[in-house]
């Protein structure tokens, strides 16, 4: 028997949009934005699934949270972390990033904010890219509760797949013989509760 491959291929990258520690007081539960990333970075690690992340206007509206640990010495190495003035995610940096990666289409996991700005623009110029996109409903929010499915219902039109972080998670794995799924399976399990607690808090509309 051929021995089990995952799902999602090598081509995956998850995309993290704006998670700065000036937003937190602004944007619709953005605590429960960052549990979803911070499962998604300790899922990056064990799958070696490449990171790209980005800043709007770092010299105004600061880092990225540290709990994350993009780039720090023992957390997340990120295959670029870019500071922009657009929008969008895809500045030269990030196309540059795209392009060391291989010049074949990606499967883009994309988190943070806002819904309807930042990851909503990002998102519809990966797929003018050609890029397959997925945004992970528990890990995206605006200042406003209220844009949050308007933008989701938006992407799913354009040809985004929205979808949860551990349905993400399984569909990436695709097979428990894998050798992953054990730590995959201890990931899902430590944030069992926050997940649960994420989707109440971020996905209680309907599409």
């Known amino acids: 028997m051929a021995?089990?491959?995952?799902?999602?291929?090598?081509?995956?990258?998850?995309?993290i949009c704006d998670l700065q520690e000036k937003f937190r007081s602004a944007i619709h539960e953005f605590p429960k934005v960052v549990s979803t990333t911070q499962k998604l970075l300790k899922a990056s690690q064990?799958?070696?699934?490449?990171?790209?992340?980005?800043t709007q206007l770092r010299g105004k509206l600061g880092e990225t949270c540290p709990e994350l640990g993009l780039d720090a010495p023992d957390g997340v190495a990120t295959?670029?972390?870019a500071d922009?003035?657009?929008?969008?995610?895809?500045?030269?940096?990030?196309?540059?990033?795209?392009?060391?990666?291989?010049?074949?289409?990606?499967?883009?996991?994309?988190?943070?904010?806002?819904?309807?700005?930042?990851?909503?623009?990002?998102?519809?110029?990966?797929?003018?890219?050609?890029?397959?996109?997925?945004?992970?409903?528990d890990g995206v929010s605006s200042c406003n509760a209220q844009e949050v499915p308007i933008a989701l219902a938006r992407l799913r039109a354009?040809?985004?797949i929205i979808t949860t972080s551990e349905s993400?998670?399984?569909?990436?794995?695709?097979?428990?013989?894998i050798g992953e799924f054990k730590q995959m399976s201890g990931l899902v399990k430590e944030y069992s509760k926050s997940t649960k607690d994420n989707l109440t808090s971020l996905c209680s509309w309907k599409l």
Do not use: N
């Open 3 to 15: 021995a089990p491959t995952r799902r999602l291929g090598m081509a995956t990258t998850y995309i």
């Open 46 to 54: 064990i799958l070696d699934i490449p990171v790209i992340a980005t």
């Open 79 to 81: 295959k670029c972390h």
């Open 84 to 137: 922009k003035s657009a929008f969008s995610m895809w500045v030269p940096e990030v196309q540059k990033a795209f392009k060391a990666l291989g010049d074949g289409k990606r499967e883009c996991v994309v988190v943070g904010i806002e819904s309807h700005i930042c990851v909503t623009q990002t998102t519809l110029d990966l797929l003018k890219e050609g890029h397959k996109v997925y945004v992970i409903a």
């Open 158 to 160: 354009e040809g985004a």
């Open 168 to 177: 993400l998670l399984y569909e990436t794995m695709g097979d428990a013989a």
